[in-house]
Every structure is written in structure tokens, then in C-alpha cells.
């Protein structure tokens, strides 16, 4: 497992989610969590897998990566970037490879897996869905206060991980408002019941 | 896992090759052993995952299965086929995240891992690299002279295992050769040093 770039003392009692951007090389990774209103950065960083092994055991070392990762975090969700198109036949099998690992990882520890289109993610993380990678990567250090300086996979992996939370604290907003509602239109027939 | 279509009482001191198919949805997998000339059917079968769930937990049921399979044939060696093409990025995602599965599997168990193209497993298999599936099928089946069905998913596991076997008798054939031809040269070398 490569090095851990950032670590932020955790609270507890908060959910963590973990967002993962595979690659067959270089896989990074990054947890978030919410506080109140305010995004937290937990940890983030890269696994690096030698490029001197064969395919499988660059994979073994993915898999047990990810593995520590969540045995030391315990994050309640995992989130990565949907793949639509690749290169060529053979990027899109090594990347389906390395994603995999994440998302047995994931199954193992029983995990839910949320994937997100490069769209949403930007959305989520610059407000513009034609961001460029270093736009993401200036907003996900400058959301989460980190300073110094912050992989380009690491970045991305964060920001999986924001548009996660961000669609999670949108959709309990839409559950409350919609309960409202019910409340509302509940309230004449309770009170016709009288 | 799947069931397990065929099963041939299997000899000690040989080495088992475990040929995979990996899918998505169907993973066939499938045992072959040489015995002097003669190839030898150990057992074959598919795993299935569950339609129902979600890609991370179909990807957890292949693990499992061929993690299964591993644990009670002990293969000495994993034969996949090497994937050059595809219809889709989509399609080479999901394919590479079922092959990831078996190339993971091998790696834990520290089994190495070797890739054919499908032109080398057709020649080894029917001798012919434009074979089609049913000819595939046809002559697993009179190779490992099994009688009944055998799936498809399962014929093309097992042709990967035959293809590995023959390539490593082959490979045997050149070493001894050349072990012959060296001994030959060093012949006179030895007479003249008398």
C-alpha cells in the first residue's frame, strides 16, 4: 500500500465514505465524512502496485490495499467513478480489473457500492460538469482545507467520495421536505376527524 | 457456485490446470491433468452468479466459487484467455472485473497465471484457429472423452486448461531437445580435453 498523503483526527459517531479511482498501477483512494454541514477529510492516498509483477499479483496488491484501507477506516460507503468509454478494449479490461478489487473489497466487508458519472462528480465537486482534473484537484483540497500537495488520483478518489455525500445529504432534504408535505395535507383530514 | 457437471476420480503427483471463463453472470471453469501422453478430465462446471444483485456482490459470488474450486482441486497452474476485443467499453469493463476475480483468486493462492489467445487454444484444442464454439465444444468433449452436455461456459474453461497443458509439454519437448543438442557439441570439447 503506498503512502498515506493526508491523515485528519476522526471524530466519532460519523459516517465515512470511502471513494476509490482504480488503475491497474496506481489506484487512489480518500474518505470523507460529513459534519453537520461541513465537509471532513479523514484520510486519503495511493496504492501502488509494482510494476515489475505480473498482472495478478499487481491485483493481489490492489485488493489487500483497499483491504487496509477499510479494515482501518471502517467506512459506511464505498463510491467510485462510472465508466462509460475507454481507449481501447484492452484499458477498459485492466481498469474492469483493478475496479473490481474495490468493489469485492467492498462486497466482502459488506459495503454498498454508489458509482457516479464523471458528470455528477464534477458537478458535485466544481458546480461545472466539463471540470479538468486540475480544477477538481484545487477544489477538493480547497473543500476539504488541505494544504499541500495532493495526488491527482488521491483528488479524484475525494472527489467520488464528496459527490457521494453531497447526493446522500440531497436525497435525506427531499425525504424531509416530502414528509412535510404528507404532514400538510394530513393536516385537514385530521382535523375533518375531529 | 455452480454445480459441478462432471467429476473423473482423480491419481496422485499429478498437476492439475484450472482453465476459467470468466462472465459477468456465468464463470465456466474446468480441470484438466496429463497422464503420460493422455489428457485426463478432473472436473468441470460454471458458477452462477445471482442475477438479482448488484455488480460488487455478483463479483463476491465469482471470488467465492473459484476460491472453491482452488481449495479443493489445488490446481499447479491457472490458464485464462488473453482478451484483445470487444463490443463495447462497457462490455470489456465487466468482463475484465469477472477476469480480475480469477486472477485475484490465483494470486492468493500463489498459483501463476498464464494468458492464450483464442487462435493459440482453438489450434491446440480443434487445430485450427478459426474453430467455431460448437467445434470447440465438440472436441473437449472427444479429447477428455466425456460424455453428456457440456456447457459452453465450461468447454471454453477447459480448452484454456488443454491449451496451458499442451504449450508446457511442448515447452518440455524444446528443453530436452536442446539439452540433447548441447551435449552432442560439448561431446568432442570433452574428447579433446583427454
Given at each position: 500500500?503506498?503512502?498515506?498523503a493526508?491523515?485528519t483526527?476522526?471524530r ?5 465514505i ?6 491497474s ?7 470523507v ?5 461541513q465537509l ?8 501502488a502496485?509494482s ?20 479494515k ?9 467513478e ?11 479490461l485492466?481498469?474492469g ?19 457516479y458519472?464523471?458528470?455528477?462528480i ?5 458546480g ?8 477538481i ?8 482545507g ?12 475525494l472527489?467520488?467520495?464528496?459527490c457521494?455525500?453531497h ?18 395535507r ?6 375533518l376527524?375531529?
Open positions: 500500500m503506498g503512502p498515506v493526508q491523515t483526527a476522526r466519532a459517531n460519523r459516517e465515512a470511502l471513494g476509490v479511482d482504480p488503475g498501477l496506481t489506484t487512489g483512494w480518500g474518505l465524512e460529513l459534519e453537520g454541514n471532513r477529510h479523514i484520510a486519503n492516498g495511493i496504492i502496485a510494476a515489475a509483477l505480473g498482472q495478478a499479483d499487481r491485483l493481489h496488491q490492489i485488493h489487500c490495499g483497499i483491504e487496509n484501507v477499510i482501518q477506516y471502517r467506512p459506511g460507503a464505498v463510491s467510485l462510472k465508466v462509460f468509454f475507454s481507449h481501447n478494449a484492452q484499458s477498459a485492466k481498469l480489473q483493478a475496479r473490481g478489487m474495490a468493489m469485492l473489497a467492498a462486497a466482502q466487508n459488506q459495503i454498498a457500492v454508489s458509482e458519472s464523471a458528470t455528477e464534477k458537478v458535485a465537486v466544481v461545472y460538469g466539463h471540470a479538468s482534473k486540475e480544477q484537484q484545487k477544489m477538493v483540497s480547497a473543500l476539504l488541505l494544504r499541500g500537495a495532493l495526488r491527482a488520483d488521491a483528488a479524484d478518489a472527489a467520488a467520495a464528496i457521494h455525500v447526493r446522500r445529504a440531497y436525497q435525506a432534504r427531499i425525504a424531509v421536505s416530502r414528509a412535510v408535505k404528507a404532514n400538510w394530513d393536516y385537514p383530514k385530521i382535523v376527524k375531529r
